[in-house]
């Protein structure tokens, strides 16, 4: 490969929260509800790396934390276009929080060696913290721009990009390397063609424990042992009803009932 | 792990834009002064950027002890890692036992870099904050896309957090409020890597501001039919907001939407006309003053929440309430005059 970028984009499994259920007596998920699915934000992570692949060149590789089952979600990325794919797996990765996980990513990155930019996802919508990107970043000693909503120009030494923070739109140029989040209004993620589905079916994927990874005079840094932070419980976010009144009579007389209701309030122009 | 044992106070980041304090900054302020006066520590506040030592004050008059000023104008906008270079700098030499920052985009694009570099824990986007009997932090967020609450704790120090806007209160500003203000030399790199070519304000409505929101839901029928609230929100002085199908559909934009990802409201009144109520929608209106409900469904999740429950049709009475208003408004008029 002459010209190019190395682009590495991180990916998650996580259950698909459209069909998963939640046992809200016990303020758990079941996971038996729903299959595993790439999180959503990671497919246009993945649709902005083909992009750039089909615009200046380059090698994709994804790479993913999770158990052996986390293999599904990085066939799926390279079906969409990812040309290699690691799976960190070990169980004493297992149990990690946004640090921890970040720290692992950072690993196996830096074990792949010089890269120009990796693309996460904005957020996942299982642990759903947005946390990991910027956290990975500074465990590389490079720049960030997070909620990227459009990729406005790019070449083999920098990037530019529309992020929205807030009230305001700001354009960034970042120059290499560096890492991006990206939103779901980044792109349309393209549909894996039949063909790349099986294609991917029978492609490698390199699994690292923690064994492989360089920084291994660490190992205080991962999974549980590396979390800082600990759910101590979990409970439904609808606990207590407010004992609303119902408005009674027909239609106009409740119209009138709460026009008065909202003069009351002083909403009115 | 950096378990400090000598980490005591509470540290606040003042986000700013343009020179101004960003409204979060006061709430975290309240909820900083809070816990402070619960651990009998200190409140300190941490404002970068340039040209806003006039803002310092502010920080007091809402419930800091002790301001530090960064001021440069490498700051003056938002760069994450500037600001999270000074930030780890502050963290290390002030030892703070709490660091808060405001759950908005910038907030939580620099937190993770912060916690990161400090090897601590961080809690995304708390709801709500308290503290264990031993004065640990006690954090308390939405995961899984905001069906389940999760409470969660740090065992390193500071314990770092994000907080949601609008959802913590700020004490009255006070300017009799005596303070310390220390200015900091800030350290700035000449080169980061990133270069902001431009900033410019989104513009568009302003729901998280709004002191009266009129949404609409998948019971409307077609996109044209926003316009029936939009009447009633001109007759309230409110603006229009949205569950999320009307945006995915392409009706209204994304700055209307109302939810977990979305905007979070908190207005006086809020009407919901033909929203069922759904976890996500909920997460970001259910601290309204008043919530109006209109839906044809009395058994509508929406109505538990609602303080009016109006059970009927919206395509019946938005029109009529609109009527309503007008008439009440006219005999009010008349009143005023006699
Ligand atoms: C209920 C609950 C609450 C939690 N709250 C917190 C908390 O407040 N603080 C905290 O530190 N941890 C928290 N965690 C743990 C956290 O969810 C896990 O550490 C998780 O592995 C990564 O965080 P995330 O899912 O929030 O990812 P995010 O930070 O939201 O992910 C952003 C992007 O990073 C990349 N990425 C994330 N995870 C991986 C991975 N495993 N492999 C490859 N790429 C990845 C993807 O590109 C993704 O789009 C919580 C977990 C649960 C179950
Ligand atoms: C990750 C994730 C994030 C999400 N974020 C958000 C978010 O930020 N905001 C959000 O709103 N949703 C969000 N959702 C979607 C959410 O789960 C619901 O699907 C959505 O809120 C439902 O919108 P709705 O109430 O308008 O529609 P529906 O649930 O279809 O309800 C329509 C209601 O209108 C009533 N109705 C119908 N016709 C009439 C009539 N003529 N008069 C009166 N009432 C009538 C019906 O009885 C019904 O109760 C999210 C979902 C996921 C998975």
Not at chain 1, 29 to 47: C, G, K, T, W
Not at chain 1, 142 to 169: C, F, M, Q
Not at chain 1, 197 to 212: F, H, N, P, Q, Y
Not at chain 2, 319 to 335: F, G, H, T, Y
Request: hydrophobic share 45%; charged share 25%; with cysteine.
């Amino acid at each position: 490969m002459s010209k190019g970028l190395k682009i590495v984009v991180l990916v998650k499994q996580v259950p698909d929260i459209e069909k998963v259920r939640f046992d809200y007596e016990k303020g758990r998920l079941d996971r038996s509800s729903a299959e595993a699915v790439i999180n959503p934000f990671d497919l246009n992570a993945l649709e902005a790396a083909a992009q750039i692949k089909e615009k200046i060149g380059g090698v994709v590789t994804a790479v993913s934390m999770g158990p052996e089952q986390a293999k599904d979600a990085l066939r799926d990325a390279l079906a969409r276009g990812a040309d290699e794919a690691v799976l960190l797996s070990d169980l004493r990765f297992a149990g990690a929080d946004t640090l921890a996980t970040s720290y692992t990513l950072s690993c196996a990155v830096r074990k792949l060696g010089a890269f120009d930019l990796i693309i996460c996802g904005e957020k996942t919508i299982d642990g759903d913290t947005a946390q990991v990107g910027p956290e990975v970043a500074e465990f590389l000693g490079i720049p960030h721009v997070a909620y990227v909503d459009e990729i406005l120009d790019i070449s083999i030494a920098e990037i530019t990009v529309k992020s929205r923070l807030d009230g305001d739109n700001y354009v960034v140029k970042m120059r290499f390397p560096g890492l991006i989040t990206v939103t779901k209004d980044a792109n349309v993620p393209r549909l894996p063609t039949l063909k790349d589905k099986l294609r991917s079916r029978k492609a490698e994927i390199t699994v690292w424990g923690m064994k492989d990874l360089a920084c291994l005079d660490e190992k205080q840094f991962f999974g549980l042992q590396g979390s800082p932070t600990g759910v101590a419980k979990v409970f439904a976010p609808t606990s207590g009803k407010k004992k609303g009144q119902i408005v009674m009579g027909t239609p106009e007389e409740k119209a009138r009932r709460i026009a008065e209701i909202l003069l009351k309030l002083g909403a009115s122009q | 792990m950096n378990n400090v044992p000598d980490a005591e106070g509470v540290l606040v980041f003042a986000e700013q834009n343009n020179g101004l304090v960003h409204p979060v900054s006061f709430e975290l302020l309240g909820k900083g002064r809070d816990l402070a006066d619960r651990l009998g520590v200190k409140l300190s506040a941490a404002l970068l950027g340039h040209g806003v030592h006039k803002e310092a004050l502010e920080l007091v008059y809402y419930g800091a002890d002790v301001v530090y000023v960064f001021d440069s104008p490498f700051l003056s906008m938002f760069d994450p890692v500037q600001y999270a270079k000074n930030l780890v700098r502050l963290v290390t030499e002030t030892r703070p036992a709490i660091f808060l920052l405001g759950a908005t985009r910038l907030g939580r694009s620099l937190a993770p870099r912060v916690a990161a570099a400090l090897r601590t824990g961080l809690t995304a986007d708390c709801v709500d904050l308290d503290l264990d009997e031993n004065g640990n932090l006690v954090q308390v967020r939405p995961a899984f896309s905001g069906n389940i609450m999760a409470q969660i704790k740090t065992k390193t120090r500071p314990q770092m957090a994000t907080v949601r806007y609008k959802v913590m209160k700020a004490n009255a500003r006070d300017p009799r409020r005596k303070g310390k203000v220390i200015v900091k030399e800030p350290e700035v790199l000449s080169d980061t890597g990133i270069q902001i070519l431009e900033k410019t304000a989104v513009g568009g409505v302003n729901l998280a501001e709004a002191e009266v929101v009129v949404s609409g839901g998948r019971g409307l029928k077609s996109p044209g039919d926003i316009a029936l609230l939009k009447e009633l929100a001109k007759e309230l002085g409110g603006v229009v907001g949205s569950s999320r199908p009307l945006v995915d559909a392409g009706w209204i934009s994304r700055d209307h939407q109302v939810g977990f990802s979305g905007h979070t409201v908190k207005p006086r009144v809020y009407v919901a006309c033909g929203i069922s109520g759904s976890p996500q929608h909920l997460f970001g209106m259910r601290d309204s003053d008043v919530i109006i409900a209109i839906n044809k469904d009395a058994s509508a999740p929406i109505f538990n929440v609602a303080d009016y429950c109006v059970v009927g049709d919206i395509y019946e009475i938005v029109p009529l309430l609109v009527q309503e208003l007008r008439k009440l408004k006219a005999v009010k008029n008349l009143d005023e005059r006699k």
